[in-house]
C-alpha cells in the first residue's frame, strides 16, 4: 500500500496563476481531507468529503475547490493564487468519521510570489 | 462554536524528564481523541488515541487521560528523549476533527 500520495511535492506559483493539487489513495477510505498549515501554524481543514460525489466546506475554503469523482483522488483546484495562499498542502484519509484514524499524505509545498 | 485549546504552545524538557500536554475540548459530543506527532518538515502521524469510554491508555513510554467531566485529555510522554523532539498536535471528534494548535516540543540533551 502506497497509502495517501500528493503531488507535487513542491510548486511556486506566480500571483493570479491556477493549479491543481493531486491526491490519490490506495486504502479505499471513504473519508478524504484537504488541510493547509502555515509556517508554525497548525492544521485548518479547507474541505472534505465523505464519498465520491460528496463535498462540503471546512474553516478555510476561499479561493479553492475540489471535487470527487472516485474514492481513490480528491484534487484540490487552487483559482487565481494569491501571496495568503503560501503554505503546507496536505491531504489525509481516513475509513469514517469520528472514531478513525487520519492518514495524511507528505504534503505540498507552494509558494505564491 | 467548536474548538480545541492546547497548552503550551512551547515545552522544553531535559532528557529523561516527562513532558505533559493538556487539550480542552467545547463540544461534549466529541467521543474521540487522537494525539498526532509532526516531526520538522514531515507529515503528522498518529501516536496514540483514546475513547470516550476509557480513562487512560498507555502504549510504551506515552499514555493519555482523559476527563470527559472536565471535557479535557492530556499527552503524557515518560522518560522523554532526542527523538521525542516535534510538534504535537490533539484533535477532538464531535462529527469531525478539531485539531489543538500544537505544543512545539524540545528534549534537551
Known amino acids: 500500500n502506497a497509502g495517501v500520495t500528493q503531488t507535487p511535492k513542491f510548486r511556486i506559483l506566480k500571483i493570479g496563476q491556477s493549479m491543481t493539487l493531486q491526491c490519490a489513495q490506495d486504502m479505499n477510505h471513504n473519508y478524504m481531507y484537504w488541510y493547509r498549515q502555515d509556517p508554525g501554524m497548525g492544521l485548518k481543514l479547507i474541505y472534505y468529503s465523505v464519498g465520491a460525489g460528496i463535498t462540503d466546506k471546512g474553516e478555510v475554503p476561499n479561493g479553492y475547490n475540489v471535487s470527487r469523482s472516485t474514492t481513490e483522488d480528491f484534487p484540490l483546484r487552487l483559482e487565481l493564487a494569491a501571496p495568503s495562499q503560501t503554505s503546507v498542502y496536505f491531504c489525509a484519509s481516513s475509513l469514517g468519521l469520528p472514531e478513525y484514524e487520519q492518514y495524511f499524505g507528505p504534503g505540498t509545498r507552494l509558494t505564491v510570489t | 462554536g467548536e474548538n480545541v485549546e492546547q497548552h503550551p504552545s512551547t515545552l522544553s524538557v531535559q532528557e529523561g524528564d516527562s513532558a505533559v500536554i493538556k487539550c480542552t475540548y467545547s463540544d461534549s459530543a466529541s467521543n474521540y481523541f487522537p494525539w498526532y506527532k509532526q516531526e520538522l518538515g514531515k507529515r503528522p502521524q498518529l501516536i496514540i488515541d483514546i475513547r470516550s469510554n476509557v480513562g487512560e491508555k498507555k502504549d510504551q513510554r506515552?499514555?493519555?487521560?482523559?476527563n470527559k467531566t472536565a471535557k479535557h485529555?492530556?499527552?503524557?510522554?515518560?522518560?522523554?528523549?532526542?527523538e521525542d523532539s516535534a510538534v504535537y498536535f490533539c484533535a477532538a471528534t464531535p462529527y469531525k476533527y478539531i485539531f489543538g494548535t500544537g505544543t512545539r516540543l524540545k528534549v534537551l540533551a
Open chain 2, 62 to 66: 506515552i499514555a493519555v487521560t482523559l
Open chain 2, 73 to 82: 485529555f492530556s499527552l503524557h510522554i515518560t522518560e522523554t528523549q532526542p
